[in-house]
């Protein structure tokens, strides 16, 4: 318990600058004679806190503590800052309050250069709370049930281990251990409908394994877009996949031929053509003709 103490009165004359012994007193609910027990074992160890007295006077740390008990470099910590501030899109306080910890620690301005907002246009920050839960879920190892929609149409609740919170292509995915399925499942946080956290916690799995790409039956595509829709192609395809070809775009990819490629690719409306493989053409034509006969009347 004193060490503890100990630890929180050098974050606070870090962050403060000085304070009175009384005012450290109430704060960490002891005596001013513990407070003044604690100074003289900080001292001991090595730490350079002194008392002043005097109307002006109190309790500070000599100020090239912060620079010379620092054992990174300027580089490091401003990294270590930005990607504090990086999650500044999330509800919590912790992170602030960590970030502002760190900064009296280093001795660095916390001017915020960077803003991550996890939330979609018109969300109202629904997004960033769903993704603080579950990174609390994923740290203090809390069950939840979510009410997920798949890639196949159908909505379902189940029960889960959030493990890992991953970041890519352009969305963010929770990875966890499905309690139906008592197997690792990947869900896109923008597909859970609804998220009750447990009271139940659960114990350590072993690390989720890395999706293996090579198990999905992939076929090379090749498409053919105008360049005026550059915008689209550079936001949903890598760069290196994308050849300029007089005028149009040529984007090549290997995907698996199934149900949600053909919806997706139906979003570009006339302004595709599928040059690979041939067998795809059909397939386009023949949804475009249902929603054709859907709204013909």
Request: net charge negative; proline share 4%.
């Amino acid at each position: 318990m004193q060490e503890s103490r100990l630890f929180k009165i050098v974050y606070y004359l870090l962050e403060k600058g000085q304070a009175t012994a009384h005012e450290l007193a109430e704060k960490f609910e002891v005596s001013d004679r513990t407070i003044y027990r604690d100074i003289d074992a900080l001292s001991a160890a090595g730490i350079p806190v002194y008392t002043e007295t005097g109307r002006t006077g109190g309790v500070r740390l000599l100020g090239s503590f912060v620079l010379d008990r620092t054992v990174l470099s300027e580089a490091e910590k401003h990294e270590i800052l930005a990607a504090l501030q990086s999650m500044g899109g999330t509800v919590g306080v912790q992170d602030r309050d960590t970030l502002n910890k760190l900064s009296a620690l280093f001795d660095v301005s916390t001017e915020s250069w960077l803003e991550v907002d996890f939330s979609r246009w018109g969300g109202e920050g629904s997004d960033n709370e769903k993704f603080e839960r579950l990174k609390a879920a994923v740290i203090h190892r809390r069950s939840v049930r979510i009410t997920y929609a798949n890639a196949n149409g159908s909505i379902s609740s189940r029960g889960v281990h959030p493990l890992k919170l991953s970041y890519k292509s352009r969305a963010w995915y929770l990875k966890a251990f499905c309690v139906e399925k008592q197997d690792y499942r990947t869900f896109k946080l923008t597909r859970i409908l609804e998220l009750e956290m447990l009271e139940d916690q659960f114990s350590p799995h072993p690390p989720p394994p890395k999706t293996d790409f090579s198990q999905f039956d992939n076929e090379k595509i090749v498409l053919r877009f105008p360049e005026s829709l550059a915008y689209r192609i550079y936001d949903e395809f890598n760069p290196e996949t994308v050849k300029r070809e007089d005028g149009v775009l040529v984007v090549t990819v290997w995907m698996p031929v199934d149900e949600w490629l053909t919806r997706y690719l139906l979003t570009f409306g006339s302004e595709i053509e599928v040059l690979e493989p041939p067998e795809l053409r059909p397939m386009l034509a023949e949804l475009g003709r249902a929603i054709y006969e859907k709204y013909r009347d």
